[in-house]
């Protein structure tokens, strides 16, 4: 270290260097080998990091992935129809009819292995022939969509109960705990749709309806069609004050063009600049996390009742994309396709 400071000494008294006049100070003496030992460190540090959050899981992680492919597997699709179902439905005398896929692997999860899925909006033949032959329990979210699908599917198939998850929760999310006890909790049919009556602040004059509705189904489809009539009329009626300038058309157009063939989403906010781009195979789970703040959504995909319901709950306006499986009246949102561009 005497050394090192007498060469740093020495440097200072150096008055020319080449033909130009110098002066030569010296700030500071440092030892490399501290300055790359540092580094060292620091750099190990941000590995180990990277390798615990990334290659090596924890146990719980395991467990988790394992029990996972478990109900992967377990998962079967039932009928003609290919709906998500358990492996118990053919030998089980009761079955739990739910939604989505996601609540099939929920409930298998959890134990319950005679479940099946009615998957999209309209109920299924496999559905109606099975709630002929078994006593059946419809499953659904704790939301206003909830209510619908009850509508829609005690209007077609023989229901015997219905029960429903906590409210502002979806059967895909609860507990095992919170599954027993809307089970142990479930309602008769037509005390179901009389809750749904009420709630929605009908009259008395409504309620021979549901008298009729507990005779056979099938035989008289205009009864069911004039008890959806008004709900329908209801609900298409917040999306005729929607009104699309020139602009967003045109902004929409050329962003779902922009993202043909990527399986890509652009998530927007009210002055249509794009918040982010994600696969569409995360545009739900983006969607939850951001909770507000969203005001469209363009993908290169086709929309169902699933990501419309998703959509509600964080006030999305618009969902853009190249096709829907659901119709404009199923939901509060304005659906535009490639065809409404």
């Known amino acids: 270290k005497a050394e090192t400071s007498i060469i740093a000494a020495a440097l200072e008294v150096i008055q020319k260097i080449g033909p130009c006049t110098a002066k030569i100070k010296v700030q500071n003496i440092e030892d490399v080998r501290v300055s790359k030992r540092k580094f060292v460190i620091e750099r190990a540090k941000d590995l180990l990091k990277a390798m615990m959050d990334n290659v090596i899981p924890d146990s719980q992680e395991l467990a988790d992935e394992v029990a996972y492919s478990v109900r992967v597997m377990e998962i079967q699709e039932y009928g003609i129809d290919r709906l998500p179902a358990g492996p118990s439905i053919d030998e089980s005398d009761e079955i739990i009819i739910v939604e989505g896929r996601a609540d099939v692997l929920n409930m298998l999860k959890h134990g319950f292995k005679n479940v099946i899925a009615v998957n999209g909006t309209s109920v299924p033949n496999s559905i109606v022939d099975l709630c002929k032959k078994k006593t059946s329990t419809l499953f659904v979210d704790g939301d206003r969509g909830g209510d619908l699908i009850i509508k829609e599917i005690t209007g077609m198939a023989e229901i015997d109960y219905v029960t429903k998850a906590p409210d502002g929760k979806e059967v895909e999310e609860i507990t095992k705990k919170e599954i027993h006890?809307?089970?142990?909790?479930?309602?008769?049919?037509?005390?179901?749709?009389?809750?749904?009556?009420?709630?929605?602040?009908?009259?008395?004059?409504?309620?021979?309806?549901?008298?009729?509705?507990?005779?056979?189904?099938?035989?008289?489809?205009?009864?069911?069609?004039?008890?959806?009539?008004?709900?329908?009329?209801?609900?298409?009626?917040?999306?005729?004050?929607?009104?699309?300038?020139?602009?967003?058309?045109?902004?929409?157009?050329?962003?779902?063009?922009?993202?043909?063939?990527?399986?890509?989403?652009?998530?927007?906010?009210?002055?249509?600049?794009?918040?982010?781009?994600?696969?569409?195979?995360?545009?739900?789970?983006?969607?939850?996390?951001?909770?507000?703040?969203?005001?469209?959504?363009?993908?290169?995909?086709?929309?169902?009742?699933?990501?419309?319901?998703?959509?509600?709950?964080?006030?999305?306006?618009?969902?853009?994309?190249?096709?829907?499986?659901?119709?404009?009246?199923?939901?509060?949102?304005?659906?535009l396709t490639s065809s409404d561009l």
């Not at 069911?224 to 967003?248: G, L």
């Not at 922009?258 to 002055?271: E, N, P, Q």
């Not at 509600?312 to 939901?331: F, L």
């Open 181 to 335: 006890k809307a089970l142990r909790g479930r309602i008769a049919v037509e005390q179901a749709k009389l809750d749904i009556k009420e709630n929605n602040g009908n009259t008395e004059s409504e309620k021979p309806k549901i008298q009729s509705e507990q005779r056979p189904r099938f035989s008289s489809p205009k009864r069911f069609e004039q008890t959806r009539r008004p709900e329908q009329t209801r609900r298409s009626e917040p999306s005729k004050t929607v009104k699309i300038s020139v602009e967003e058309k045109k902004a929409f157009k050329d962003m779902l063009e922009d993202l043909i063939g990527t399986r890509g989403a652009y998530v927007l906010d009210t002055k249509l600049n794009i918040l982010g781009k994600v696969p569409i195979t995360e545009l739900q789970t983006t969607i939850k996390s951001l909770k507000s703040g969203v005001h469209a959504i363009v993908f290169d995909g086709s929309i169902d009742r699933d990501l419309a319901r998703t959509a509600e709950r964080t006030a999305v306006k618009y969902i853009v994309a190249m096709d829907s499986k659901i119709k404009p009246d199923d939901t509060r949102i304005t659906i």
